[in-house]
């Protein structure tokens, strides 16, 4: 499938921080002085998880000559925004912020991110909205974040790595999805690790093409960590994006955590519904990548296994290389199928993207 | 979602040639019965020590299983008193004989491949060993045994497998999926070695016991997450045999996944093949895709049976993995057991049905 397609809406691109310094004007004097004097050694926060240099990281032919690929506007409205005649695309910056341990230093480079993300990006290209970085590590601390942009209505979403320090339906970061569903923000979670774990139940993997197929694994547990520990029985409202998930793994979970659900629901008596269908209700997954078997046919089989038409998202996932040329969507998928994933499923899942702005 | 409003159940297997069931939980009958088999240095310290292992409490799973015997079907308790699945006439009465178990694959799970001491540890796989072969298998032909290794002490567990090789009630060397190192790291190639050396196939039971957290984020709260996690070890050993490169350096390897359910095999692959080609410059000892590996060194037990809410989904699960890799499990005495009269909700061809419920496990361990 070849876009454009009209009024096609991305949920997944990366604009980049180029390094911590951009990041300094969007800094108190307190934390300016640190990052200048005290943490020198902090200027280049890239996650682990997605080397700059990594294929996985960008695809060849967006990578600029010098710099990091996403980092510059021109270029990401000429290969993303104008290439595929996009609406919209959602910002989701993949900055170590995300994964800084201090809590006051992650909540402050968190601050700046979207600050920056504002001014830089937002404030230049109309087309363009953006997900609220927070640190996991003070989840009050990520609330009173999500309330002072809240009244941005560029600010559609707000963005955690698929790996922390706890499965993230822990009621610890309850604060975060109360903020979030008070003002219809979805929370979304990308790929990534703060790797204060290992990613297997058996230690470290050897190389970056295992982390990342491990990545799936990490969207299980958050699945299944949202629907155990009640989350949506405490916050109806929310709605959880899996960003960079993978799609294929998903029939199998819902399929698994029913079945065990009717022998020991017990143990988790505050969920009242067949997981399968709350998964449905709440959950949320971009296309990119979708891990897909390789033929149309099977692949409109494993969306039969999904049972939904209102779950797919559309997203390019620019710059990560993971298409050739324009074949950002498999092909055969139905027309009726490729309206609800370009345009209407993105709409219903980020309301604010129905705002018209001034 | 609806269901299909009338699940084309398998008919009743009354006429069947026959079941391999391949994972079986034998148990001691009281806790002392184990220690028979441990040299006397060992049986002290346990009764001293106790047999440590990377969770909060002794000799207890770490997540309530919701069901009385640490998981097990209420009906599995054995008149005569003792835990379910320690009685073996009573497993001949509940499990072999009615179903028509042709043969069973014991997965005693031992403790050794997991206790803090390594020492410990092997005593304990070893004492493992002699309890199968003298309590179950010589009573019993139809029943075959795990050689148990402790895989993280790989010069214990290569003695532990020469000790046994040749013994036809071994049909594979047990370890767990949850090691201290992703299972296809070099440390434990020694061990893939001597199975290939003595033509026994690796199987890797599910495991409640692990060094590290069961899930990339940290220990999960409830039973329901980490039953589901298990799936997730598996997934994880595959991953790392498969990029490590296990299978150029031992290409005559058979790998089985005991009790991780299947319905995830054929997502794993796609993503696997994707990644492969992805970063290949990464990986320049993986010679052929990775899904092509799985195909040819890898069988799953079908136990716990995923249920589509569209039974015949299963069958497009069944076809992208292969009929030939699936092995019939029941995982008695647990609460999850599959029963062969019912475990598919869809019908499954007769040679499908011929192959999972029996051949491949004949060809597999050689069972005549």
Known sequence: MHLPY???????????????????????????????????????????????????????????????????????????????????????????????????????LCRAINDWMAK????????????????????????????????????????????GEMPLGRRNYWPIYKAAERHALPIGIHAGSMM????????????????????????????????????????????????????????????????????????????????????????????QPLDAPPNSEELNRLLDHIGSDEMLLFATDYPHWQFEGDEVLPAGLPENLLQKILVDNPLATYPRLKEVLQ | MTTD??????????????????????????????????PARWAKHVASYGARVAQPFLGMVPYPRMTAGNGSRLDAFPPGGGLPGSN????????????????????????????????????????????????????????????????????????????????????????????TEPLGRRRYWPVYQAAVEHDLPIALHSAAYGPGANSGSGWMSYYIEEHYAFAHSLQSVVTSMVMEGVFDRFPSLKVICVEGGFAWVPALAWRLDKAWHRMRDELPHVKRPPSEYMREHFWYTTQPMEEPEHPRHLLDVI?????????????????????????????????????????NAKTLYRLS
């Open chain 1, 6 to 108: 009209p009024g096609a809406i991305d949920c997944d691109i990366h604009p980049a921080v180029p390094g911590s310094q951009v990041l300094l004007p969007y800094l108190d004097n307190y934390w300016r002085d640190t990052m200048t004097m005290v943490m020198k050694g902090m200027s280049r926060l890239e996650l682990n998880s997605y080397p700059p240099n990594a294929p996985l990281s960008s695809r060849p032919d967006w990578r600029p000559r010098e710099g990091k690929a996403g980092s510059d506007l021109p270029r990401l409205r000429a290969q993303a925004l104008d290439h595929f005649g996009l609406r919209y695309a959602i910002c989701n910056c993949l900055y170590g912020a995300l994964a800084v341990y201090n809590p006051d230093l992650g909540a402050a």
């Open chain 1, 120 to 163: 830089e990006w937002l404030d230049r290209e109309p087309r363009l909205r953006a997900s609220i970085v927070i640190s996991l590590m003070d989840p009050e601390t990520a609330a009173e974040e999500i309330e002072r942009l809240a009244p941005d209505r560029r600010f559609v979403q707000v963005l955690v790595l698929a790996m």
């Open chain 1, 196 to 287: 204060c774990h290992a990613p297997t139940q058996s230690g470290y993997p050897s190389y970056l093409a295992e982390d990342y197929v491990t990545q799936a694994q990490a969207f299980a547990t958050q699945t299944i960590s949202f629907v155990a520990e009640g989350v949506f029985a405490k916050f109806p409202d929310l709605r959880v994006v899996l960003i960079e998930s993978g799609v294929s793994w998903l029939p199998g979970l819902m399929w698994r955590v029913s079945k065990d659900w009717r022998g020991v629901r017990t143990e988790v008596p505050w969920i009242k519904k067949i997981p399968a269908d709350i998964i449905r209700d709440h959950f949320r997954l971009t296309i």
């Open chain 2, 5 to 38: 409003p009338a699940p084309a159940l398998a008919k009743t297997r009354v006429n069947h040639r026959g079941v391999v069931d391949c994972d079986i939980h034998p148990m001691p009958a009281t806790p002392t019965e184990m220690a028979e088999f441990l």
């Open chain 2, 88 to 179: 073996l006439p009573f497993m001949r009465e509940q499990l072999l004989d009615p179903l028509g178990i042709e043969y069973g694959i014991l997965q005693p799970l031992s403790i050794g491949s997991h206790t803090f001491d390594q020492g410990l540890g092997a005593a304990l796989c070893a004492a493992s060993n002699d309890w199968q072969l003298e309590k179950w298998v010589k009573p019993e032909p139809r029943l075959k045994a795990s050689l148990c290794v402790p895989q993280d002490d790989p010069d214990a567990a290569v003695a532990e497998i020469e000790r046994h090789a040749g013994n036809p009630a071994f049909v594979h060397v047990a370890i767990p999926p949850r090691a």
């Open chain 2, 319 to 359: 076809e992208w993995i292969g009929a030939d890799r699936l092995l019939f499990s029941t995982d008695y005495p647990h609460w999850d057991f599959d029963d062969p009269r019912q475990a598919f909700k869809v019908r499954l061809s007769d040679e499908m049905d011929q192959a999972i419920f029996r051949d």
